[in-house]
């Protein structure tokens, strides 16, 4: 196949690339190697985790058009509430950690709908399901990618002169030779104050399987899985306890904190406050990350809420689960964490009522779209990073540094994100790390490669380091990023410029900045706090 764009990797920052190509004119090819296009929010079954001012400003155009019609698919679709229907900022899950929380199919479905038209025009070739295999490079240039098919359909062999890297765990870098990172950099090589004396490349925040349930009358408890005493002991130094408790680390003061677990706690809906600046929103579980709660829908609509369990219980700390070579056995063990999870939640977890066990917890693989009853894809939390010509450093961007100077403001910025500093245990034994961030912007030097010419990060595989990907890494960063480097792609086509020239030459950086203001990215933002 041959097109003016190639996007390996359908999730939030592939699909926002596509689209920017696409809008502008440009053909172009889009990979996936799951069944859902939307990485994260829709295969990895996280629902978005946004700022607190994410309705009003802070997010791109596109970004909000995918919100507005997540709202407007629940109000075509399903059986709300005359009180829901007419809530004007609808979080059908009333999740604490989102004003957005929602079923993944359905953000699945937006997303199809976002790029019919170009599907029809014949514009967009879409290759699903279907992973890089190999590319093929001339000098600093990718010519050719291959992709195969996940499940043995053959290969495709796609030339472009632009290749845009939006995948997981950053596929194409080692591909193609790029120059590129992992894990922790040492303290000598970044200069930030919270880095290790030494480089730890396979130091990496934890991935994590994530899953849905509902909790309804009957027992629905899962066959005991395999090496479920081995997860049943484990316990890192720092955890207070087993893994498998409703105990963990409060990842902003360190201190072991027991969580509450409540299923089907009857609130209403419209009174949840989900505001990150006020409280993690993670004392009660099961609201924690819920996806649908019922008393949203008219009644008998659901039996039940239906949670998400992205909780520190089932992250998986034993290995990284890319740049070792038994990649795949980690896989399948951080899936095996999680059902051992759920397990122990329907055997023996601690109930309000002094009993053990809440085996009417029931697995919905059929919200996560999953043969197994987990997220079809692990969630990743921190890719490969291309070596760049810029990269994010802690002391840009945390507000123990910058004070009330705010975040370091760029002049090549390329949109705004915001999130705290937050990193996950480490498959090198690290806690938490969750401070305090400032509002910032995103470099376009972050989205340049060192030496590649046409090749494009647009997702986390962009210039941060392991501490500033913590705040980098989710939703709608990943998508501004993904947009930016779309809009890119098809402007050095436009005007016969490379990457690099646009970035360092001041009146193409400021057209390119012209135009992505008209496309509706923000490049800056008002006078707000830091959380």
């Given at each position: 196949?041959?097109?003016?764009?190639?996007?390996?990797?359908?999730?939030?920052?592939?699909?926002?690339?596509?689209?920017?190509?696409?809008?502008?004119?440009?053909?172009?090819?889009?990979?996936?190697?799951?069944?859902?296009?939307?990485?994260?929010?829709?295969?990895?079954?996280?629902?978005?985790?946004?700022?607190?001012?994410?309705?009003?400003?802070?997010?791109?155009?596109?970004?909000?058009?995918?919100?507005?019609?997540?709202?407007?698919?629940?109000?075509?679709?399903?059986?709300?509430?005359?009180?829901?229907?007419?809530?004007?900022?609808?979080?059908?899950?009333?999740?604490?950690?989102?004003?957005?929380?929602?079923?993944?199919?359905?953000?699945?479905?937006?997303?199809?709908?976002?790029?019919?038209?170009?599907?029809?025009?014949?514009?967009?070739?879409?290759?699903?399901?279907?992973?890089?295999?190999?590319?093929?490079?001339?000098?600093?240039?990718?010519?050719?990618?291959?992709?195969?098919?996940?499940?043995?359909?053959?290969?495709?062999?796609?030339?472009?002169?632009?290749?845009?890297?939006?995948?997981?765990?950053?596929?194409?870098?080692?591909?193609?030779?790029?120059?590129?990172?992992?894990?922790?950099?040492?303290?000598?090589?970044?200069?930030?104050?919270?880095?290790?004396?030494?480089?730890?490349?396979?130091?990496?925040?934890?991935?994590?399987?994530?899953?849905?349930?509902?909790?309804?009358?009957?027992?629905?408890?899962?066959?005991?899985?395999?090496?479920?005493?081995?997860?049943r002991a484990y316990q890192p130094d720092f955890w207070g306890g087993p893994m498998l408790s409703l105990r963990a680390p409060n990842p902003r003061t360190k201190d072991v904190v027991e969580r509450s677990f409540t299923p089907n706690p009857d609130d209403d809906p419209l009174a949840v406050v989900a505001d990150q600046r006020l409280s993690a929103g993670d004392s009660n579980?099961?609201?924690?990350?819920?996806?649908?709660?019922?008393?949203?829908?008219?009644?008998?609509?659901?039996?039940?809420?239906?949670?998400?369990?992205?909780?520190?219980?089932?992250?998986?700390?034993?290995?990284?689960?890319?740049?070792?070579?038994?990649?795949?056995?980690?896989?399948?063990?951080?899936?095996?964490?999680?059902?051992?999870?759920?397990?122990?939640?329907?055997?023996?977890?601690?109930?309000?009522?002094?009993?053990?066990?809440?085996?009417?917890?029931?697995?919905?693989?059929?919200?996560?779209?999953?043969?197994?009853?987990?997220?079809?894809?692990?969630?990743?939390?921190?890719?490969?990073?291309?070596?760049?010509?810029?990269?994010?450093?802690?002391?840009?961007?945390?507000?123990?540094?910058?004070?009330?100077?705010?975040?370091?403001?760029?002049?090549?910025?390329?949109?705004?994100?915001?999130?705290?500093?937050?990193?996950?245990?480490?498959?090198?034994?690290?806690?938490?790390?969750?401070?305090?961030?400032?509002?910032?912007?995103?470099?376009?030097?972050?989205?340049?490669?060192?030496?590649?010419?046409?090749?494009?990060?647009?997702?986390?595989?962009?210039?941060?380091?392991?501490?500033?990907?913590?705040?980098?890494?989710?939703?709608?960063?990943?998508?501004?990023?993904?947009?930016?480097?779309?809009?890119?792609?098809?402007?050095?086509?436009?005007?016969?410029?490379?990457?690099?020239?646009?970035?360092?030459?001041?009146?193409?950086?400021?057209?390119?900045?012209?135009?992505?203001?008209?496309?509706?990215?923000?490049?800056?933002?008002?006078?707000?706090?830091?959380?």
């Amino acid at each position: 196949m041959e097109t003016d764009v190639l996007v390996v990797g359908g999730g939030l920052g592939g699909v926002a690339a596509a689209l920017a190509a696409l809008r502008a004119g440009r053909s172009v090819v889009l990979t996936e190697e799951y069944d859902w296009l939307g990485g994260q929010l829709t295969s990895q079954a996280v629902p978005p985790d946004e700022h607190s001012w994410v309705e009003q400003f802070g997010v791109t155009s596109s970004y909000r058009a995918l919100r507005d019609g997540i709202r407007d698919y629940y109000r075509r679709h399903y059986p709300l509430t005359e009180r829901s229907r007419a809530w004007r900022h609808l979080n059908p899950g009333a999740g604490h950690v989102s004003r957005l929380c929602h079923e993944p199919r359905v953000a699945a479905a937006v997303i199809e709908e976002m790029l019919a038209p170009y599907v029809g025009s014949g514009r967009l070739r879409l290759l699903r399901p279907y992973r890089p295999l190999s590319a093929e490079t001339d000098g600093d240039r990718i010519t050719a990618v291959t992709v195969a098919h996940r499940d043995g359909g053959g290969e495709i062999t796609v030339t472009a002169p632009y290749v845009l890297d939006a995948t997981e765990t950053g596929e194409l870098l080692p591909l193609s030779g790029t120059e590129y990172v992992t894990g922790f950099e040492s303290r000598s090589e970044t200069g930030e104050p919270s880095a290790p004396d030494t480089a730890q490349p396979l130091n990496m925040q934890a991935a994590s399987v994530c899953f849905a349930l509902d909790h309804v009358d009957g027992d629905h408890t899962i066959d005991r899985p395999a090496r479920y005493d081995f997860w049943r002991a484990y316990q890192p130094d720092f955890w207070g306890g087993p893994m498998l408790s409703l105990r963990a680390p409060n990842p902003r003061t360190k201190d072991v904190v027991e969580r509450s677990f409540t299923p089907n706690p009857d609130d209403d809906p419209l009174a949840v406050v989900a505001d990150q600046r006020l409280s993690a929103g993670d004392s009660n579980l099961w609201t924690f990350r819920r996806i649908a709660a019922r008393r949203n829908f008219v009644d008998g609509a659901y039996e039940s809420d239906i949670t998400l369990v992205n909780w520190p219980m089932i992250d998986y700390l034993p290995s990284p689960v890319f740049e070792v070579p038994d990649a795949a056995q980690h896989v399948a063990a951080a899936r095996e964490l999680s059902r051992s999870f759920l397990y122990w939640l329907q055997t023996e977890a601690p109930r309000p009522d002094g009993g053990t066990g809440f085996p009417g917890l029931r697995l919905r693989g059929d919200v996560t779209g999953s043969a197994d009853g987990l997220a079809q894809a692990p969630y990743i939390r921190e890719s490969r990073r291309i070596r760049a010509e810029y990269t994010v450093v802690e002391q840009d961007l945390s507000l123990a540094v910058r004070g009330d100077k705010g975040a370091v403001e760029y002049e090549d910025s390329v949109g705004v994100g915001m999130y705290r500093i937050d990193l996950h245990p480490s498959t090198g034994g690290d806690n938490y790390l969750d401070v305090a961030c400032c509002p910032f912007q995103i470099p376009l030097g972050a989205l340049i490669p060192q030496r590649m010419e046409n090749l494009l990060p647009a997702g986390k595989n962009i210039g941060t380091t392991h501490i500033t990907n913590g705040s980098y890494r989710l939703h709608p960063v990943e998508w501004n990023v993904g947009e930016v480097a779309g809009a890119l792609a098809d402007f050095c086509l436009s005007h016969g410029v490379s990457p690099r020239a646009v970035r360092n030459c001041p009146g193409l950086l400021a057209d390119f900045q012209s135009r992505l203001s008209r496309d509706g990215v923000e490049l800056s933002w008002p006078d707000i706090s830091a959380y």
